[in-house]
């Protein structure tokens, strides 16, 4: 998920050739991901920042992130994962019919 796309066999330009809106449902969840990844990682400074000069361990903070990324983000990586997934191969079917 870095800034040069989803890894695979086809091309971004294939992506958005032959499947259009698989193409942008994939884009939209994977920075809807990105964002709710950022938002719990907030969340948890934003809740640790009371423990910041003290000798306590912030244990808000960790259990907001550690029950954000386990039942948050967690469950949308795997449904991003399933929808790249199905993409790829909406995209390999219509290259080989194209081809065909």
């Known amino acids: ?44 400074v934003v809740a640790s920042i009371p423990y910041w000069g003290g000798d306590d361990f912030p244990l808000m903070g960790l259990i907001i992130y550690v029950a954000g990324m386990v039942f948050v983000a967690m469950p949308l990586c795997l449904y991003y994962e399933s929808l790249l997934q199905s993409h790829e191969e909406r995209v390999e079917r219509a290259r080989h019919m194209l081809a065909t």
């Open 1 to 44: 998920m870095h800034d040069d796309g989803d890894k695979g066999e086809c091309s971004t330009l294939d992506r958005q050739k032959y499947d259009p809106p698989g193409y942008s449902r994939t884009t939209f969840l994977r920075n809807a991901l990105q964002c709710v990844i950022a938002a719990i990682a907030t969340g948890a």
